[in-house]
């Protein structure tokens, strides 16, 4: 007998008011989050390389703060929404960007330009119990060694509260979902030979590389 295991990615659009905010500051300015979804054979996990697609063009990723939904929920309010979420780790979100270009000019859904194979990297997991305060985490993605994207969670523009109210307004949170709450910089282009190293609170957990 066969057991299948579905789940849903969701993820923000750029969240920090001190980043990329779009075209004008449209997300910055925007009332709610702006939320698409990636499907579960995007996720790559136990630091395993990400092998960069020659097909798709320019690809560019992000860090994200990442949530792991524990329980089922639909129309949560956001003052229950922490109830329904039980660790927290890095994520990276890889985009292929001149393939969604090219997608868009021609009018076309460009989802699969977010939703290829490798492109939602998870990091080891910090259980609930580790974390004093959701909105109080500094996040560091090191490219080679260096600093290349940072921020804290104070500074998204959106909760994650408020994203997991958002989101279950329009589909039922399931448990083993993940949301990614929205990049904290503007992205970085990938290239052959990177090594990503990721940190929430200083702790690693993100490691691998681009192949």
């Given at each position: 007998m066969?057991?299948?295991?579905l789940?849903?990615?969701?993820?923000?659009?750029?969240n920090?008011?001190?980043?990329?905010?779009?075209p004008n500051?449209?997300?910055?300015?925007?009332?709610?989050?702006?939320?698409?979804m990636?499907?579960?054979?995007s996720?790559?996990?136990n630091r395993r390389p990400?092998?960069?697609?020659?097909?798709?063009?320019?690809?560019?990723f992000?860090?994200q703060?990442?949530?792991?939904?524990c329980?089922?929920?639909?129309?949560?309010?956001g003052?229950?929404?922490?109830?329904y979420w039980?660790?927290?780790?890095?994520?990276?979100?890889?985009?292929?960007?001149d393939?969604?270009?090219?997608l868009?000019?021609?009018?076309?859904?460009?989802e699969v330009?977010?939703?290829?194979d490798?492109?939602?990297?998870?990091?080891?997991?910090?259980?609930?119990?580790?974390?004093e305060?959701i909105?109080d985490?500094?996040?560091?993605l090191?490219?080679n060694?260096?600093?290349?994207?940072?921020g804290?969670t104070?500074?998204?523009?959106?909760t994650?509260?408020?994203?997991?109210?958002h989101?279950?307004r329009?589909?039922?949170?399931?448990?083993?979902?993940?949301?990614?709450?929205g990049?904290?910089?503007?992205?970085?282009q990938?290239?052959?030979?990177?090594?990503?190293?990721?940190y929430?609170n200083?702790?690693?957990v993100?490691?691998?590389?681009v192949?």
């Amino acid at each position: 007998m066969c057991i299948f295991v579905l789940m849903k990615i969701v993820c923000a659009g750029m969240n920090c008011s001190q980043g990329y905010n779009g075209p004008n500051g449209a997300l910055l300015q925007a009332s709610c989050p702006s939320v698409y979804m990636k499907p579960d054979s995007s996720i790559l996990r136990n630091r395993r390389p990400f092998f960069l697609p020659d097909s798709l063009g320019r690809v560019d990723f992000s860090s994200q703060l990442v949530v792991r939904i524990c329980r089922l929920g639909k129309s949560i309010s956001g003052r229950f929404a922490s109830r329904y979420w039980d660790a927290v780790t890095l994520g990276i979100d890889f985009v292929a960007v001149d393939f969604k270009n090219s997608l868009e000019r021609r009018g076309l859904p460009s989802e699969v330009s977010y939703g290829f194979d490798g492109s939602a990297v998870i990091g080891d997991w910090i259980e609930k119990d580790g974390i004093e305060n959701i909105r109080d985490l500094n996040l560091r993605l090191d490219v080679n060694g260096c600093p290349q994207q940072e921020g804290n969670t104070c500074g998204m523009i959106h909760t994650v509260d408020g994203i997991i109210e958002h989101v279950s307004r329009f589909c039922t949170l399931k448990t083993g979902d993940l949301i990614f709450a929205g990049a904290l910089n503007a992205p970085v282009q990938a290239a052959v030979g990177q090594h990503l190293q990721g940190y929430i609170n200083g702790k690693n957990v993100i490691d691998f590389h681009v192949r």
